[in-house]
T-cell receptor, first 113, second 115 residues
Framework: DTAVSQTPKYLVTQMGNDKSIKCEQN?????MYWYKQDSKKFLKIMFS???????INETVPNRFSPKSPDKAHLNLHINSLELGDSAVYFC????????????FGEGSRLTVL | GESVGLHLPTLSVQEGDNSIINCAYS??????FIWYKQESGKGPQFIID?????DKRQGQRVTVLLNKTVKHLSLQIAATQPGDSAVYFC??????????????FGSGTQLTVLP
């Protein structure tokens, strides 16, 4: 069983479209995250939820909206996609907020044409 | 700005040799550091962590050294194997908004193990 699973793995779409990426963790963790990795492999945190509550909201465009329906799920919705949104988006979870040990999903590669 | 950085973007080593990957940080108040490994097409994976009350920590074939005086840490991999080929990130666990903490990742070093 995959601990942190995210779908879809690949997403190719046109500029201006709206898309969502879903994430689920079966580890019973309290905290979930979204990270963005650019073409140079730089990883940057976008959001973090702890027990369904948004606790970290980095400077990202408000076209990005996370949603956590329950502790095991954290979805990312992106409106009006732009070329610069092309990246690999990683979902992660940790047992507690503040833990240095994050469990990452396999990533969702978004390509905006 | 980015407070965690790496000295070398790429490192090639012969199979069986030891590898050393370096990382510098700028915030002297930083107290918790973590190393991650990212294989091609996969998400980052936790390797080992170290807190500022230690200067060395060992795991299976890996050792992390922390030098707080010069704000430098390194990851040493003993007897490097082909499966060690990956991008290695050092990360810093820092305070975020409120009482939250977050991981800030460095830019990564690509380790290539040569046969």
């Amino acid at each position: 069983d995959t601990a942190v699973s995210q779908t879809p793995k690949y997403l190719v779409t046109q500029m201006g479209n709206d898309k969502s990426i879903k994430c689920e963790q079966n580890l019973g963790h309290d905290t979930m995250y979204w990270y963005k990795q650019d073409s140079k492999k730089f990883l940057k945190i976008m959001f973090s939820y702890n027990n369904k509550e948004l606790i970290i909201n980095e400077t990202v465009p408000n076209r990005f909206s996370p949603k956590s329906p329950d502790k095991a799920h954290l979805n990312l919705h992106i409106n009006s996609l732009e070329l610069g949104d092309s990246a690999v988006y990683f979902c992660a979870s940790s047992q507690l907020q503040g833990s240095g040990e994050l469990f990452f999903g396999e990533g969702s590669r978004l390509t905006v044409l | 700005g980015e407070s965690v950085g790496l000295h070398l973007p790429t490192l090639s080593v012969q199979e069986g040799d030891n590898s050393i990957i370096n990382c510098a940080y700028s915030n002297s108040a930083s107290d918790y550091f973590i190393w991650y490994k990212q294989e091609s097409g996969k998400g980052p994976q936790f390797i080992i962590d170290i807190r500022s009350n230690m200067d060395k920590r060992q795991g299976q074939r890996v050792t992390v050294l922390l030098n707080k005086t010069v704000k430098h840490l390194s990851l040493q991999i003993a007897a490097t194997q082909p499966g060690d080929s990956a991008v290695y990130f050092c990360a810093e666990n820092i305070p975020s908004s409120g009482s939250a903490r977050q991981l800030t990742f460095g830019s990564g070093t690509q380790l290539t193990v040569l046969p």
